[in-house]
C-alpha cells in the first residue's frame, strides 16, 4: 500500500484540483542551438501521440496535449498526483529562423522540435576589394541569431 503524509491533506488536495481545473499547464521547454539549426525539448510524459498539436503562425510556436487517466471500474485510487487535461506552450521565434521547415519528433516521453537557422541568417564570406576593385580577401561575418 502507498501511503503520504501531509498535514492538511484535504486543503492541499482542494487547492490544488482547484488550481489544476481553471488553467492551462505548462509544458517545461529545454532549447539549445547545435550549428544551424534550434533544437526544443518539450517534456511530455504519458501523453497520447495522437493529442500532440505543433502549429506554427507567425512568429509563434504553439505545443498543446492532453493527457487523461482513464480510470478502469474497480480501481481503488490510493493517490492522484500527476497532472490530467490540456498541456500548452507557445514559443516566440525569431526572424532569423525558418519557419517552413520545423520538424518534430515524440521519443521517450520528449517532443523535439527543430528549427533551421534561416540561409538569410548563416554566417557568410564577404569580398574585401581595395581601392582599385581587386580582391584581396574573403572575410566571414556572422548575422546575429
Request: aromatic content about 6%.
Amino acid at each position: 500500500m502507498l501511503m503520504r503524509m501531509e498535514t492538511f491533506p484535504v486543503y492541499d488536495r482542494l487547492t490544488e484540483e482547484l488550481l489544476s481545473q481553471r488553467r492551462v499547464k505548462q509544458i517545461p521547454v529545454d532549447a539549445y542551438r547545435q550549428g544551424n539549426e534550434f533544437k526544443v525539448l518539450l517534456d511530455l510524459p504519458g501523453v497520447d501521440p495522437g493529442s500532440i498539436e505543433l502549429t506554427v503562425e507567425k512568429d509563434i510556436l504553439d505545443v498543446r496535449a492532453t493527457r487523461n487517466w482513464v480510470h478502469v471500474e474497480g480501481e481503488q485510487i490510493q493517490m492522484t498526483e500527476r497532472p490530467q487535461g490540456e498541456f500548452r506552450r507557445q514559443l516566440f521565434l525569431g526572424e532569423s529562423l525558418d519557419r517552413k521547415h520545423i520538424t518534430a519528433k515524440y521519443e521517450n516521453g520528449v517532443l523535439t522540435a527543430t528549427i533551421p537557422v534561416a540561409e538569410e541568417a548563416k554566417p557568410r564570406k564577404v569580398k574585401i576589394t581595395d581601392a582599385g576593385g581587386e580582391l584581396l580577401a574573403l572575410a566571414a561575418t556572422t548575422v546575429p541569431a
